[in-house]
């Protein structure tokens, strides 16, 4: 069952990662002229400008705001360093309400000295601390699934299952998951589990990109949409009749594109974003 | 819950690849008179000698003969391939029944141009047909579930509940699982899984190394055990008590420490062993 083509570019959403070289501002009015409809905003792009300028910036250019990333990074073994992820966390989300964003990305983070349930233990009780802020500025948390080749720094939670569990537990419209296609495909419960977390209504984003065969770096060699073995578009339609229907999140990180040229690379995103998506 | 401290290494078997600088002769020599326990053999490690003769080496030097390194490799959009595949492993089969070898280990295998569901049926294809050749020569086939990592080109098995999934199919006492820590230790469901394997009577290997943070190569930088985050004294006290009483094979892929002296390394490897394992 293959879904039908994309025609337009109303669902496509850039993240500012994705053509990490550019200014914010020259992202914005990149993304805009091409017709590009949304931007997930990265934490470190922000340059010059505050939060509240950012998204003024976003509207006047006509470019719908999407998520911020990103929050989360919640465990440690260290008392103080969960302190000031949680205080981050209570940042961020009021950067993400400065900003008009409604949505925060949570890479919910990792300490390799302790056990991974522990670890989910402290993501539980980060959100836990979270959460009234979010309430507060309406802002919503998307836990996002990481591939468990992440599980020793940057995520304990490395399936679909475990981010639907977490999201359950809250049982707060605030709280969702983050579906991105390289954390996740090669899961056998991937489609049963893409299903339960639309039938909750916490699907909240969908992030598309490729896994390259060979991967040269496992953080930093992500390919664009059709370089690799992902089969996108059957996510898609997983995704979109589990009841989604926002924006298909363009997120690669890639020395090879950031070294390249990011007008051509803008061009080569939107061409993949058409036949591959 | 932690095991016993392992005091003796009765139990300890090394796999050639991860001393692969040395030949073969040298490998059998040096474990043995190191007081290790046993070797596993991989192919690639032959040299000028039949596996017949290998075989008699072993024997001779005192080393249990524990495993022969790999086959699998099943999966592939060309029939032709395909058909290779299972014309291989049966030469391993026979390679392991001549060389006195109990077991092979299956590294499934997986073919990115093709979903992973239909490498899975392929995988149980393959095996079904070596099967009487295994039953002939009385070698055991132990499907190692690969980290997700892989999943692109190496394996389609990536958790215990897949691997045994796969073996409960066959329902032979030749047909079981290999335990590699570095593969599984993300896993949720392992110490479930792993009962459920030894409850069976389908845990057939437990192989040790460790997760390093961070890891600069996903396929040659495993660590020895100590230098990373996996619990392997918690993983090994899960399938000793799920009636596993076979060796702790050291397998360990590090382009660092074959650059080393083997010497060298292999007091180490019998240093972390007694102290990490």
């Known amino acids: 069952m293959q879904p039908e083509p994309i025609n337009d570019l109303s669902k496509l959403c850039i993240h500012t990662i994705t053509t990490k070289p550019l200014s914010i501002e020259d992202a914005i009015n990149k993304y ?11 934490r470190d792009a922000y ?8 998204g003024r910036l976003i509207i006047d250019s006509g470019l719908t705001p999407v998520a911020l990333c990103r ?15 949680i205080a981050d966390n209570i940042k ?29 233990e402290q993501i539980k009780h980060g959100i836990e601390a979270v959460l009234p802020h979010a309430e507060k500025h309406n802002v919503r948390l998307a836990i ?19 981010a639907n569990d977490m999201a359950d537990h809250f049982n707060s419209p605030l709280v969702g998951v983050a579906v991105d296609v390289y954390h996740i495909w090669w899961d056998e419960d991937l489609q049963d589990e893409i299903h339960r977390c639309g039938n909750a209504n916490r699907l909240f984003a969908f992030h598309v990109c ?8 496992i953080l930093l060699d992500r390919g664009l949409m059709g370089e690799g073995c992902i089969n ?7 995704v979109n009749s589990a009841g989604f229907s926002g ?13 390249s040229s990011q007008d051509e690379f803008l061009e080569k995103i939107i061409n993949a974003y058409r036949l591959y998506v």
Chains 1, 2 share one sequence.
């Open 32 to 42: 805009a002229s091409l017709g590009v409809s949304g931007i997930t905003v990265w």
């Open 47 to 54: 340059g010059p400008y505050t939060p509240s300028r950012i």
């Open 71 to 85: 929050g989360g990074f919640f465990p440690s073994a260290n008392e103080k360093k969960r302190e000031a992820a």
């Open 92 to 120: 961020a989300i009021e950067e993400a309400g400065d900003m008009g964003m409604p949505m925060i990305v949570l890479v919910c983070g990792a300490d390799p000295t302790q056990p991974l349930a522990l670890s989910r």
């Open 144 to 162: 996002e699934p990481l591939h468990p080749v992440y599980a020793d720094t940057r995520s304990a939670i490395n399936t679909m299952k475990q």
């Open 210 to 217: 490729d896994w390259k065969v060979p991967t040269s770096d």
């Open 232 to 238: 996108i578009p059957l996510i898609r339609e997983w």
């Open 247 to 259: 924006f298909n999140e363009v997120e690669i990180f890639s020395e090879i594109y950031w070294k």
